[in-house]
């Protein structure tokens, strides 16, 4: 019940294009969604994060989608660029728990 | 804002020594840090939440004799892999709050090598 699977492992997008990544999770205590971004050798950056009170939160190129009947969320990626090719991580928290669990992660490429 | 500062960023030590990682949250305060590892190609793995001025809180499987956390101040949190062996090889990465409903934002890790 406190996984968070993550799905696809990896991704191919081509520069220009949309990339779509989703989670699904099933403790319906979590209240809090982020997603990190990680470049090789490098640790996770907070990319956007949120809470299930709203559907949809967009900063800048970056949207969540989220799905609370579904117990589902994803990322967006408009314009991809080369400089997106790193790898994703969703994560989620909630039910009085300080700690994140993580998604699986996607390694996205970003072809130009 | 909200940075956090993890040394050092590489370390290579041989077998049987120990090693102390530090995690600092430079312009904030942190009463929570996180202590993870992950291996290549992998997801991050949770090894123990560190709160200050307590003892840290390890997770299953995790040997709290072998991975010491010190979180003595608001500021700063230490790992300390005691008597490494090359099963210990590892990215180790630090997170920080500034409290249970706050954002963790990561420190860049620290490579470990056990030779």
């Known amino acids: 019940q406190q996984q968070v699977k993550q799905s696809p492992q990896s991704l191919i997008v081509q520069k220009g294009g949309i990339s779509i990544i989703n989670c699904a999770y099933e403790?319906?205590?979590?209240?809090?969604f982020p997603w990190y971004q990680q470049f090789p050798g490098k640790g996770p950056a907070l990319l956007i994060a949120i809470r299930p009170d709203v559907s949809e939160k967009k900063e800048g190129r970056f949207t969540i989608s989220f799905n609370k009947s579904a117990k589902q969320f994803s990322l967006h990626i408009m314009d991809s660029q080369p400089g997106d090719s790193a790898t994703y991580f969703c994560a989620a928290r909630g039910g009085g728990a300080q700690k994140l669990v993580f998604g699986q992660g996607t390694r996205l490429t970003i072809n130009p | 804002g909200a940075v956090v500062s993890q040394h050092p960023s590489r370390v290579i030590c041989k077998s049987g020594t120990s090693v102390k990682i530090e995690c600092r949250s430079l312009?904030?305060?942190?009463?929570?840090m996180f202590w993870y590892r992950q291996f290549p190609k992998q997801s991050l793995m949770l090894m123990a939440t560190s709160n200050e001025g307590s003892k840290a809180t390890y997770e299953q499987g995790v040997e709290k004799d072998k991975f010491l956390i010190n979180h003595a101040s608001l500021t700063l949190s230490t790992l300390t892999v005691t008597s490494a062996h090359p099963e210990d090889s590892s990215f180790y990465i630090c997170?920080?709050?500034?409290?249970?409903?706050?954002?963790?934002?990561f420190g860049d890790g620290t490579r470990l090598s056990i030779l």
């Open positions: 997170s920080a709050a500034p409290d249970g409903r706050s954002a963790q934002h």
């Open positions: 312009d904030f305060q942190a009463t929570t």
């Open positions: 403790n319906t205590a979590f209240d809090y």
